[in-house]
Each structure stands twice: as structure tokens, then as C-alpha cells.
């Protein structure tokens, strides 16, 4: 670690020897080196600070969120990844994690004309290489600009397949990316591991080189082009004992009513503890009567009331016929456009000297987080240096941090654990035997392969423990969402149609409903509207509605 900003200058200065190099340490100087832009969106301002508790190594850190940040500062001398390896290395520690925001480095296409100050979201980069989160993505970006050596149309090619950004939150990670235009090769490195690999041709999209031969913008399908590969049998019929009004569910004839269940007993009473209002009138205000609270006997009992059977799936159930899905004889299969030569195909077989020169570095992001540090910016043409680096700055306070994260992930899996246990007592319950369950399948879903690397991630962090310390809110939860949607699935047809053929019923009544008693109802219906407004107009009867009120 850096004990001060003299000896960090010499290790830069002896770092640069023999070889080309850019090392950034955030030292006292830094701001001679770094220039913020002065477009009008980049109004988020870094901070130079201790990034590890108990020492004085310091790094660039983000402030504040939901903020834009754009500063660069140009290489004393530009890098050509055309002309041997390009290394690119920098740490990036997260405070509170990366829940929507990029912190990824943007390496400047080197041009005479570039001024720091005049950054912007469009200036002209080399690589982009870093750690990118938001939403479903997750990622750490590799992207390369390539100029097209016959259109010189420049394109990203972004790496497939990107590793994803290491979950602990505190711990200083460093993030490397290197080129070989010898071999056209790159490979990506997370702390020192190898993480992604492999040739330049088969690892990126678009490809470096396009194809020879490209569709046919101007060929169509035929309007007789038959798509469907399979098709309804015509031939089918519906068998004579298939019964499509045959209910999904049937009562179970086999269940019996539960020991100890009241049937005499009413699911609620009369609160015995109520009384009638002071101002309440049986004239005005109706018979009172005492509000219904659950019945104290069916607490203890396994339900209350009338017991009714239980439902179970009817084994007889088929559902709605329909014909089996046979071949097609007219299928013709999948139209696709024929095939022409690309006017734009180049096989370039040193696509790295057609990236541009890296003439300087830039952090141009927008973010919702904060509190994360930027430290130890390596841009080289030597493998071994950035590796020597790595072990001189980063190894040692990743070993302090990483602990301290270990040991805190162990106290909290050792309080939870203390936690179940003193509720151990409960687990003989059927309740309790539930909750353990259920907490031991969420323990599984997120130690699977496909949860785990985001489990301590907000939100899956925060979904996490709501789950494991208010498990029976969650079962209910779950189990209310289930029971609606079986309702939704399981109620038969016919009680929606016979609920329609009632009302249908109705309205024929009242249309066939003699004119003359019509004409007498709305007379009456007239004369009962008229006592209504004398009987509101009075002081008695508003006073009254307002105390009610």
C-alpha cells in the first residue's frame, strides 16, 4: 500500500521505465492530470479520498447519485494496440454494491484536436472495458471500435458472453483487459483470474469481419409460401365418450369431516361487549344491532359451521376437445431470403490496427449509486507490469477487505442461525414445520447456480431477507395468489352462463310487464320521490342525517 504521495510518484516513475505506460494513483497532483468537462449534463463531481479505513491510500470516489460524471486526462504519449499487447487495468471498489449505473472506462481515440474539457457522451473511444449494472444487466463490458478497412465506417464490436461484476460490496476488485494483436487474441481478467478468452474472430458481435454473403433486401415470400408445419387433422372426430362438460373438480367422497369441529358452532357471534349508541333511534336509524366478531370457541377448534367436503381433481376431466395436429402436405418449410454477395465483405486479419491509437482516459457514466472508488488506472504494453501492480496495490488491501467481508457474511449466517434455533420449539408445530420448509427451499433457490452470483445484489438482497424473516407473510401470500388463480382456472362455465340466462330472464319479466301497471309503477315511484324531498327538507330530518354523519 501507498504510505505516501512521494513514494507513489517514484513507483510511477520507476513503473515507466523500459516500457510504455500510464499509471494513475490519485495522488496530490491528480487534478493537474484529470479535467472535468465542461458540458452542461456532467454536473457530478468526484472526491480524492481514503478508500481503506486505517491507511492512506486514497481513490477517486463518486459523490453523489443520479448524477452525470465526465473527466479524462490524456496519456503523456498514445498506446497502438496495432502494434503488440495492450493492457488495461484499474480498481473499482463498491461501497453499497451497483444496483443502476455504469463504472466502466472509456479509452480515448488519440486526436490532436481532443481537449478533456470538451468530453461528451459521442467522444471517440478506442475500448471500453468495465463493470455495467442496471436492471437485467449485468455485465462487464469489452467493447471495440473497428474501422472498416474498405467503407472506413467505424463499429463497436461488443464481446459476447461478458463475465458478470463480482457481488461484494466493500471489496476492492480489479478489472483487466488484454489485446495481442500478434495473435488476435484478448483475454479478461477479474482479480488476477481469467474470466473470458479466446480470439478476436469468434468473440465478438458484430464480427470483425462480416460475412461474404448477405440476405436479399429485395427478395419476398411468395403469397402461396406455406408456413404451418403442422396442421389440425381434418379427418378427426371427437370420440363418442369424451365429455367436455365433465367439471375440472369433483367433491371427495372419501374425506371426513376433522375431529373436534364445531358444527353447531357459528364462524362469528355478536360481540358481547358492544353496546347501542346513545344517540342511536330505532325510528330513524333502524334496529340496532351489535357488530359480528370471530366466534373465541373456533380458535382452538379445527374450523366452525356447516362442514362441506373438500374438492379433488376429477380423474374423468378432459377439457375441450380438439382435432390432433397432423404434417402438413402443403408445408413448404421456413421461407428465407436467397442468399447474395456482400458489397461491404473485407477479411481483415489485423483488426487491431484498425482500432486507433489510445490517446487518453476518461470516466464518462451516469449512475443511481454512489460511494464507489475508482484507484490504480494501468494503461501498458507490458503483461507483467500490470500484474506486478495488482500484486504491489491491489493484493494486499483486497486480502484486508475480503476478510472483513467474510467474517461479517459469517456473523450474520451465525445470528440466523441462532435465530432458528431458539425457535426450534416451534418447528414440531404444523405451522412450524411450514415455515422451515419453506425457508429451506428459498435457502436453495438462492445458492442455485443461476441466483447466487446476484443474491447479494438489492433487490434479490432485500427480497432475500424478507423472505427468510417473515416467512408465513410470504406463504400467505403465495398461497393467496394460487387460490385465485385456480378460481380464475377451475370455475365452471356454467355458472357464469347461468347467471346470464337469470338476468336475461329478468328483463324479459319486466318487458312483458303490462303498459298500464308500468305507467302505475312510475306514478307511484313519482309520488314516493316527493315525500322523500319533503321529509330531506325538514330541520329535524337534517339535523338528524348530520349527527348520523
Known amino acids: 500500500m501507498r504510505s505516501s504521495s512521494i513514494v507513489a510518484l517514484i513507483a510511477i516513475l520507476a513503473f515507466g521505465a523500459g516500457c510504455q505506460a500510464f499509471h494513475e494513483t490519485f495522488s496530490e497532483s491528480w487534478e493537474e492530470r484529470w479535467i472535468y468537462s465542461t458540458g452542461e449534463k456532467y454536473t457530478g463531481r468526484f472526491a480524492v479520498e481514503t478508500a481503506l479505513e486505517g491507511s492512506d491510500n486514497t481513490a477517486l470516489k463518486v459523490t453523489e447519485k443520479a448524477q452525470h460524471y465526465g473527466m479524462s486526462a490524456l496519456l503523456p504519449t498514445p498506446l497502438d494496440p496495432g502494434a503488440g499487447k495492450t493492457v488495461l487495468q484499474y480498481e473499482l ?233 397432423i404434417d402438413n402436405p402443403d408445408y413448404k418449410g421456413v421461407w428465407a431470403p436467397r442468399k447474395i454477395e456482400n458489397p461491404d465483405f473485407y477479411n481483415d486479419t489485423t483488426p487491431l490496427k484498425h482500432i486507433g491509437k489510445i490517446g487518453g482516459v476518461a470516466i464518462e457514466i451516469w449512475t443511481m449509486d454512489k460511494d464507489y472508488y475508482f484507484d490504480n488506472i494501468v494503461i501498458t504494453d507490458s503483461v507483467e507490469k500490470a500484474e506486478k501492480i495488482r500484486e504491489e496495490y491491489w493484493k494486499p488491501k483486497y486480502d484486508v477487505e475480503k476478510a472483513a467481508f467474510d467474517a461479517k457474511a459469517k456473523e450474520d449466517e451465525e445470528k440466523r442461525t441462532k435465530e432458528i434455533k431458539e425457535t426450534e420449539g416451534a418447528k414440531d408445530t404444523f405451522l412450524g414445520k411450514v415455515e422451515s420448509s419453506f425457508i429451506s427451499v428459498v435457502d436453495k433457490i438462492f445458492e442455485s447456480s443461476l441466483i447466487s452470483p446476484y443474491a447479494q445484489q438489492a433487490p434479490l438482497s432485500n427480497i432475500y431477507d424478507f423472505l427468510i424473516e417473515k416467512p408465513m407473510v410470504a406463504i400467505a401470500g403465495l398461497s393467496g395468489l394460487v387460490a385465485l388463480l385456480l378460481t380464475t382456472m377451475l370455475m365452471p362455465a356454467g355458472k357464469a352462463e347461468t347467471a346470464e340466462k337469470e338476468q336475461v330472464g329478468q328483463s324479459k319479466k319486466k318487458d312483458a310487464t303490462p303498459a298500464k301497471d308500468k305507467k302505475e309503477e312510475i306514478e307511484e315511484e313519482e309520488e314516493e320521490e316527493e315525500e322523500e324531498e319533503k321529509e330531506d327538507a325538514s330541520p329535524t330530518r337534517r339535523s338528524r342525517r348530520a349527527r348520523r354523519d
Open 93 to 325: 471498489k463498491l461501497g453499497d454494491g451497483l444496483e443502476c449505473g455504469g463504472a466502466y472506462m472509456k479509452f480515448i481515440t488519440a486526436d490532436d484536436s481532443f481537449r478533456p474539457a470538451g468530453l461528451a457522451e459521442d467522444t471517440p473511444y478506442t475500448i471500453m472495458f468495465g463493470p455495467d449494472v442496471c436492471g437485467a444487466t449485468n455485465k462487464v463490458h469489452l467493447i471495440i471500435r473497428h474501422k472498416s478497412p474498405k467503407t472506413n465506417k467505424i463499429e463497436e464490436k461488443h464481446l459476447t458472453a461478458p463475465p458478470m461484476v463480482p457481488s461484494e460490496s466493500n471489496v476492492t476488485h480489479v478489472y483487466t483487459a488484454i489485446l495481442d494483436s500478434a495473435t488476435n487474441t484478448f483475454s479478461m481478467l477479474i482479480d488476477g483470474e481469467e474470466k473470458k478468452s479466446g480470439s478476436l474472430f469468434d468473440h465478438f458481435d458484430p464480427s470483425f469481419n462480416p460475412p461474404k454473403e448477405i440476405d436479399d433486401p429485395e427478395d419476398t415470400k411468395p403469397e402461396d409460401w406455406v408456413d404451418e408445419a403442422k396442421i389440425p387433422d381434418p379427418d378427426a372426430v371427437k370420440p363418442d365418450d369424451w365429455d367436455e362438460d365433465a367439471p375440472a373438480m369433483i367433491p371427495d367422497e372419501e374425506a371426513t369431516m376433522p375431529e373436534g369441529w364445531l358444527e353447531s358452532e357459528p364462524k362469528e357471534i355478536e360481540d358481547p361487549e358492544a353496546t347501542k349508541p346513545e344517540d342511536w333511534d330505532d325510528e330513524e336509524d333502524g334496529d340496532w344491532e351489535p357488530p359480528m366478531v370471530p366466534n373465541p370457541k373456533c380458535a382452538d377448534a379445527p374450523g366452525c359451521g356447516p362442514w362441506e367436503r373438500p374438492n379433488k381433481p376429477n380423474p374423468e376431466f378432459k377439457g375441450k376437445w380438439v382435432p390432433p395436429m
